[in-house]
């Protein structure tokens, strides 16, 4: 697996407490959406038990001109450090790494559950299917907490606008503590939302990722549906 050192060129706020970061791309480096890299920051000013590094999946789509990832900030040594990296600072990615890519065959959809940051890997899968006119059909089930939290959320929307493929349900869970207008779906990703929505569960490919609890819950949701577990491809964000 190959290492390389990139250049950070900027950071932004993509919701709240969250943090996308842009890097120059390295010449020869590959991906494809849904993909991750292990990132490990040089000489970090301060380091904690869990060490210098992580993994991040890229939310860049592999045609778009920089690397990108994004990532709660919390309180720990190293998302200090990566929130306090300049312009220019280099750090070192390996890899890419996973499996949970879009399937081949078009003729069958992609359904895809998100739950709060388990959003960056779909976010590249859905800007390559639909820059790359693929011709897949694809639903986005994106739970977040308030609007105020869910990354990419205006530009997901903007997307489903324009293309007809993609089907973007958007859920919020919490909204009595927001102070955004919602007119949107509430409550948690579930059997009756999905059914709302998707006509023939047994068709599509499904996808989820993020915080191994929304994992195993979406797992659990397609298992009690009767969907085949060869039809679902995870990630579990562990270190969440
Ligand atoms: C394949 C893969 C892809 C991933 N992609 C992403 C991604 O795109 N974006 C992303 O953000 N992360 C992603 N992760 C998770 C990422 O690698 C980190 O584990 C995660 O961001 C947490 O890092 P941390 O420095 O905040 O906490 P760590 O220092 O790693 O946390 C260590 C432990 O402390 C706990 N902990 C730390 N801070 C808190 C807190 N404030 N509240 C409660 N518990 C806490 C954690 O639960 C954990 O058990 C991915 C992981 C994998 C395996």
């Not at 932004?12 to 993909?35: H, L, S």
């Not at 990419?152 to 919490?174: D, H």
Request: a negative charge; zero cysteines.
């Amino acid at each position: 697996m190959s290492v390389y050192s990139i250049k950070l060129i900027k950071q932004q706020q993509v919701a709240e407490g969250t943090m996308a970061f842009f890097f120059k791309r390295p010449a020869g480096f590959e991906f494809a959406g849904g993909q991750s890299v292990d990132m490990t920051l040089i000489n970090p000013p301060e380091t904690d038990a869990e060490g210098d590094t992580r993994a991040f999946s890229l939310a860049s789509a592999p045609h778009e001109p920089d690397l990108m990832i994004a990532t709660r900030i919390r309180d720990t040594a190293f998302k200090r450090t990566l929130k306090g990296l300049q312009p220019g600072t280099e750090v070192k990615i390996e890899g890419p790494f996973g499996s949970m890519t879009l399937h081949r065959k078009t003729n069958r959809p992609a359904v895809i559950l998100a739950g709060g940051i388990g959003i960056t890997p779909f976010r590249s899968m859905i800007v390559q299917a639909t820059e790359g006119n693929t011709g897949h059909s694809l639903f986005l089930f994106y739970s977040n907490r308030r609007p105020e939290d869910a990354a990419f959320l205006a530009e997901l929307q903007e997307l489903a606008r324009q293309r007809e493929n993609l089907t973007l349900v958007a859920t919020m869970t919490n909204l009595e503590n927001s102070q955004a207008d919602w007119s949107g779906e509430t409550g948690h990703i579930s059997l009756e939302l999905l059914m709302k929505y998707v006509t023939d569960l047994a068709d599509p490919i499904y996808y989820t990722a993020g915080p191994p609890a929304l994992v195993a819950a979406m797992k659990e949701l397609l298992n009690e549906a009767g969907v085949d577990e060869d039809d679902v491809n995870s990630e579990d964000f562990s270190g969440y």
